[in-house]
C-alpha cells in the first residue's frame, strides 16, 4: 500500500517497513496546497454552490498553473497532481513526476529550504511511479463511501485545457525538453529495430536447423 501512495498515515511510528526510495522519477511535496474554507468544504461532501466551487476551482488551477511552471524549471515534467484527500498523512499534498531522475534530483535539491504560501516546501523522493493505480478508482468514477478520508488518491480536477496550456508554456519557456524527448523517441526506435533484426535472425537460424 505504501509503494502506490508514497505516504502512511502512522508516518515514522508505523511498525511496518517502509523503504523509502534513494532515488526516483517522482518527488512527493508534503501539505504543500493551501486548502481554502470552500476546498475544504467541498471535500468533506458539506453543502456548497456555485459561487463556492468557483472560487475554489479558480485557487487551484491558479496554484496548478504557478507551481508547474516554477517545477518545470527543474526538469521536464510527465505529470503534477495535487490530491483532495483530508486525512493528516495527505492533506495538501502534491506530487511531481518528471521524465528523468536527474530532474527529479535537481528538484530536490532546488526546493531544500524554499518555502511556499509561508510554509517550508517539504520535498522528497517517493515510491509512487502511476498515478492510475495510486487513485481511488470509486471517487473518479463515481463517489468513495470513504469520503475525503479515503488512503487511496482523491485527486483533484484540473481541466484539459489547463493541462495542456502549461505543458505548451514549459516547452515554449524550455525548447531543450522537446529535443530530449525526440532523441530518446529515436533511441527507442533503434532499440526496437535491433530487437526485431535479432528475432528474424534467430528464426533464420531455427529454420535453416531444422531444414538442415
Known sequence: FYFKIGACRNGDQCNRLHNRPTMSQTLLLSHMY??????????NDEPWDDDMYDRAQQHLEAFYVEV????????EIEDLVVVDNLCDHMIGNVYVKYYHEEDAERALMKLTGRFYSGK???AEYTTVSDFREARCRAF??????RGAYCNFMHIKHIPRAIKRRVVREMY????????QTKKEGKEKRKDKDKDKDKDK???KDRDDGERG
Open 68 to 75: 508547474f511552471l516554477e517545477l518545470a524549471n527543474y526538469g
Open 201 to 203: 535472425d534467430r528464426r
Open 140 to 145: 473518479h468514477e463515481t463517489r468513495c463511501n
Open 120 to 122: 517550508l516546501i517539504q
Open 34 to 43: 493551501p486548502n481554502t474554507p470552500e476546498s475544504l468544504a467541498l471535500a
Open 172 to 179: 515554449d519557456d524550455h525548447p531543450e525538453y522537446l529535443g
